[in-house]
């Protein structure tokens, strides 16, 4: 898995997606930490992890849209199938590669949280939440972002598919508030990512979402590994 996760990592600074990325996501947070923080002056950061959420739905399917795509397009996945290394691994090694590059970029925000503290207290315990919660959401975003990845040759429809995957794993939320029947809305709400994520910005740390978050996570990995391993033997 360890080669994997090096080649992986390498080549996302090598096809400017890992550049790319990162600049989204630095100058997204920046506009966000500036105009409902610095605008205000204010120690508050949970606007811009709110904010955050959304950002997210866009950047991670780039993040994610190359995974294996890219592989199945120039048939180097034929190789990495017969390789001896499990697919589970294949598929690890390919994940903590993305989260590197993720958690690189979610690691600014704390940047944020110090330059404020010159101005004001700050709540770290707060702020160590919205860290949390958004490497949870994140890890559980480039699960679903691979899985669709895993589908496809094409990396604009990864991209795409991705983008209409989460959002819908966002909507998911909205749509329960329609719903007449309580005990169905409930389920929906339970499975929104926003209703999870949501509590992390305020600072609460609420061990069922946490708990929610690793499950999506390992279950959409799982999927990926279950579609790589249908087409080893296809």
Request: no cysteine; glycine share 8%.
């Given at each position: 898995?360890?080669?994997?996760?090096?080649?992986?990592?390498?080549?996302?600074f090598e096809?400017?997606?890992?550049?790319?990325?990162?600049?989204?996501?630095?100058?997204?947070?920046?506009?966000?930490?500036?105009?409902?923080?610095?605008?205000?002056?204010?120690?508050?950061?949970?606007?811009?992890?709110?904010?955050?959420?959304?950002?997210?739905?866009?950047?991670?399917?780039?993040?994610?849209?190359?995974?294996?795509?890219?592989?199945k397009r120039?048939?180097?996945?034929?190789?990495?199938?017969?390789?001896?290394?499990?697919?589970?691994?294949?598929?690890?090694?390919?994940?903590?590669?993305?989260?590197?590059?993720?958690?690189?970029?979610?690691c600014m925000?704390?940047?944020?949280?110090?330059?404020?503290?010159?101005?004001?207290?700050?709540?770290?315990?707060?702020?160590?939440?919205?860290?949390?919660?958004?490497?949870?959401?994140?890890?559980?975003?480039?699960?679903?972002?691979?899985?669709?990845?895993?589908?496809?040759?094409?990396?604009?429809?990864?991209?795409?598919?991705?983008?209409?995957?989460?959002?819908?794993?966002?909507?998911?939320?909205?749509?329960?508030?329609?719903?007449?029947?309580?005990?169905?809305?409930?389920?929906?709400?339970?499975?929104?990512?926003?209703?999870?994520?949501?509590?992390?910005?305020?600072?609460?740390?609420?061990?069922?979402?946490?708990?929610?978050?690793?499950?999506?996570?390992?279950?959409?990995?799982?999927?990926?590994?279950?579609?790589?391993?249908?087409?080893?033997?296809?």
């Open positions: 898995m360890s080669a994997i996760l090096k080649r992986e990592t390498r080549a996302y096809s400017l997606i890992g550049y790319i990325f990162l600049t989204a996501f630095f100058a997204g947070s920046g506009i966000l930490f500036g105009v409902t923080s610095l605008q205000y002056g204010s120690t508050d950061m949970s606007g811009m992890y709110s904010g955050l959420f959304f950002i997210l739905l866009v950047l991670i399917p780039i993040l994610t849209m190359r995974t294996l795509s890219e592989e120039q048939k180097t996945d034929q190789l990495l199938l017969t390789a001896p290394i499990s697919l589970s691994a294949l598929v690890l090694g390919k994940f903590f590669a993305a989260m590197i590059i993720y958690s690189i970029g979610v925000t704390l940047v944020y949280a110090v330059v404020i503290s010159f101005f004001g207290a700050v709540s770290w315990l707060t702020v160590v939440g919205n860290v949390v919660g958004l490497l949870l959401l994140g890890a559980a975003y480039i699960a679903v972002g691979m899985l669709i990845s895993s589908l496809t040759e094409n990396q604009v429809i990864a991209a795409i598919g991705g983008f209409a995957a989460t959002l819908l794993l966002y909507l998911i939320g909205t749509v329960a508030d329609i719903i007449p029947i309580q005990w169905i809305a409930n389920i929906f709400r339970n499975l929104s990512f926003a209703t999870r994520y949501g509590p992390f910005t305020y600072g609460v740390f609420d061990f069922s979402n946490v708990l929610f978050f690793i499950s999506a996570t390992v279950i959409f990995l799982f999927l990926t590994v279950r579609v790589l391993e249908r087409r080893r033997w296809s």
